[in-house]
């Protein structure tokens, strides 16, 4: 006896659906701008138009108590920028405040990482102490560090003492050649921490089958991290260093809660003295010519930063 076997009849294939067009502006998706309009308010209204208002006043011979009475002068602030030594002297300290925090930030971030990175006990508590800084707003850390410089009740100078490196009290933020080093070494403590945190996501990066077979060929522990750490993470630390010397050069809070820019002027770093033109001196048409200076400046930074970025990727 034979069975028949019923043929299985299938649904025809349904017709695709022809691909709508998507609407444009300007070559973007309107739908993606609509929907990142409310992102991009506030960032318009508290970047972007105080930027341009900046650039126009620098421009003018605004100051305090003319409202609005002002007119346009061309480039005479700029003119007394180039003229203005102390503009120039702020600048040279700015220069040597944004090195020497990126430079020693970096080593000491360097190391904290790779200490991080290696298999030891507690290590997660390790690393949460060790990003306790990144959670301090710059005024708790200002005012804390105020305390253990102070010369008479400060801890730093008590520690010392007790160690015999100094016979009397040292006054740390009002030395004129002590105060500069002083907030170099705070401005390191504080930004260590977000540095450390991407140097050690760039150490995880590492191939660890790469360092096991640089060991058992018998390279010790500088030559590993020179032939084999090193290479995979100069990109994040060149990205790193280069962000740090910006938000560095662009420090305000930190050193004007240590110090106001003194002692006479030893810490008056270029937006310091900005802010004193303006809200001191009441000249806010030299304090924006000032701040766009600053803005060219990181502009460059960027720049070279961008182009390195891109022959990399090349």
Do not use: C
């Not at 005479?76 to 405040?97: H, K, P, Q």
């Not at 500088?222 to 100069?234: E, G, Y």
């Amino acid at each position: 006896m034979t069975s028949t076997r019923t043929p299985t009849v299938r649904p025809p294939a349904p017709e695709p659906i022809a691909a709508q067009p998507r609407r444009t502006f300007l070559g973007l998706n309107r739908e993606a701008l609509f929907l990142a309009v409310p992102a991009l308010i506030p960032v318009v209204i508290f970047s972007l138009y105080p930027l341009l208002r900046g650039i126009y006043l620098g421009f003018t011979d605004a100051r305090a108590g003319r409202d609005l009475e002002f007119s346009f002068t061309g480039l005479d602030n700029y003119a007394t920028m180039l003229g203005d030594s102390y503009f120039w002297e702020s600048f040279r300290i700015g220069l040597v405040w944004a090195f020497g925090v990126t430079i020693l930030q970096f080593f000491a971030s360097l190391g904290l990482a790779l200490l991080l990175n290696q298999r030891i006990r507690m290590r997660w508590l390790a690393r949460t102490l060790a990003i306790v800084p990144w959670a301090m707003p710059q005024v708790v850390i200002g005012i804390m560090w105020r305390l253990v410089y102070h010369p008479n009740a400060g801890i730093l100078n008590s520690v010392l003492k007790d160690l015999g490196v100094i016979d009397s009290n040292v006054e740390w933020l009002t030395s004129l050649s002590l105060a500069l080093p002083a907030v170099i070494v705070v401005g390191v403590w504080a930004g260590m921490p977000q540095t450390t945190v991407v140097l050690l996501a760039g150490l995880q990066s590492v191939r660890t089958e790469l360092v096991e077979a640089a060991a058992v060929d018998g390279a010790n522990a500088w030559q590993r991290f020179r032939a084999v750490t090193w290479p995979a993470l100069r990109p994040v630390a060149f990205a790193m260093t280069t962000l740090d010397f910006i938000w560095n050069f662009n420090s305000f809070g930190l050193v004007y809660v240590l110090t106001q820019g003194g002692p006479g002027g030893a810490t008056r770093l270029p937006l310091l003295f900005a802010y004193e033109e303006a809200f001191r001196y009441g000249n806010y048409a030299y304090a924006a010519a000032l701040g766009n200076a600053m803005v060219i400046v990181m502009a460059v930074f960027v720049v070279l930063y961008l182009r390195r970025r891109l022959k990399e990727a090349d």
